[in-house]
């Protein structure tokens, strides 16, 4: 049963968890990213993105003066247009929730100078518009005019449904067409993919839209041709390389073009492997096309990737990619708690690939995913003030090793303001102005709840309207209210989530048992005004494991409540977490603190603390003894919400404590 995830303008959220984090983003990060797009944050290394474009525009059109010194050329990675891009995308969400008139004036001449910076053939890469447009095209691996271009198609989508003004989404008609005279399967074309995915989705969001099928093909294309070898036996990037005579990079790895999910073809690839971000980009492309084309052995693939990822690949706060080495996924079963990558990106590309899952499908599997995602590995890359951001995201830390051992170099004991490769702050606010658009998914005969948020959303089902509102306290508390307005016949079903074991259901009052099917509880009605679900989750504060073959997990526990992962924090456990083990049969005292992060729950379990051995003792000081029996002290440990921690100055951190 396919269904489509309601549009932005069609649910309001109304949420006591979620509404302040979206304020956060519409009223500390939108309006910090376009000072820091317009290089205006003193400290901060530039963008150059706004100033890239602005110069490219000249270059284009000599008759205009946006005052730019042309000392400096193109600024920043080569990738830099991107960044404007995902803050376009965010700031025309916002604009659906909150209207804001001179914010979508700043939107407006954005797009005005984009534009301006346009080619007479719709091309609109700045690096190439300002170092040579001779030279693009030329490196479709590493220069990522593909993934600026995919970046902009979702922004010009969502300014359009936002807005209704087509400017943007043409100038994105425009460039698309551009990119299908050059690349593609006829001959004469390039027959090549972007190195960097997205392009892929973005194709089937613009075909949304414009149901060009030009648009849907191209995605096809991209995917179909990914990790293909040519008459050469060699694949696209391997010709591409000896052409540019570039040395390549991943030569002596193990990832080879599988660094770029490019080594085989994309229906041949069994686990996921490469530069994690990239993989779930394309792994969202590939359900996508998947979907819209009816292809059974892409989705197949998309299947046994997802589960690959879910089940062997991805921590319990849904970051994945375990390794700053190529920023990439390593091997199943290896999840190190400290010296993880889990880029904030990787954990929202995650939550697009299993949307587009849940669109083919609706199974728990899926959406369950996205709500760990979301309340645990992408919410922790942004302070609770909306002002610094984790690019990666540990599931243990200790100050010292952060600053002094290399293999930790990558983890961050504290947020930052912004980052020379500024890729997770703009695409954390891409995905939390649109959050609503999670919420439900719906056909001409059904309406599916995935997750709960409290709010408000309409829906047209076979010619009759139809609203439903929730009114939840998930994540603190597992009561659910939903209730209809309007009059129809449909399927309703909602998501019985994976940390509830009971709940009781009832319809108008009295008890209903509803036909589950993959933990969707469905209700088949006729549904009129004023009919009331209510639902009562279970929500227990839970102690889970990891499967043995989790090696560094083995002997330890993790506090779970609802969807929410738990952490231990030095600010109220003290130095050395790792000496502390807890009582996971112990009862679990949860208190609900208003003025601690903003509002939490915070869970206090009985645990030990292994005492040093006993000064005055010959041994006391010895590095190693033999073993005598381990001396403990009674200790309450404190609990707080995982993507909470680092709000009050470095410390150490344990998401997986040992067991007692
Ligand atoms: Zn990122």
Redesign the pocket.
Known sequence: MQTTFIKPGDIKIDDSFWSPIMERVRTQVIPYQWEALNDRISGAEPSYAIRNFKLAAELTHPELDYAVPRTIGFGGMVFQDSDLAKWLEAAAYSLVWHPDASLEQKLDETIDILANAQQADGYMDTYYIINGIDKRWTNLKDHHELYCFGHFTEAAVAYFEATGKRKFLDIMIKYADCIDAHIGAEEGKIHGYPGHEIAEMALVRLYSVTKNEKHLKLAAYFINQRGQKGPTGKVFFQEEDERNANGFYWKDSYFQYQYYQAGIPVRDQKVAEGHA?RAVYLYSGMADVGRETNDKSLIEACERLFTDITRRQMYITAAIGQQPYGESFSFDYDLPNDTVYG???ASIGLAFFARRMAEIEPNAKYTNVIERALYNGIISGMSLDGTKFF?VNPLETLPESSKKDRRMHQVKIERQSWFPCA??PP?LARIIASLGTYVHSYNEETILTHLYISGEAAFKLAGKEMKVRVKTGIPWEGSVKITFEGEADFNYGFRIPDWCGNYTVQLNGSPCTPNVQNAYAFINRAWKTGDTIEIAFDMPASFMQANPKVRDDIGKAALQRGPIVYCLEEADNGKGLAKLAVNTVADAQVTWEQGLLCGVDTITVQGKEIKDWVAGEDDAESLYRPVKPSEYADKTLKFIPYYAWANRGPGEMAVWVHMC
């Open positions: 971000v880029e904030t990106c690019y890729c997770c695409n």
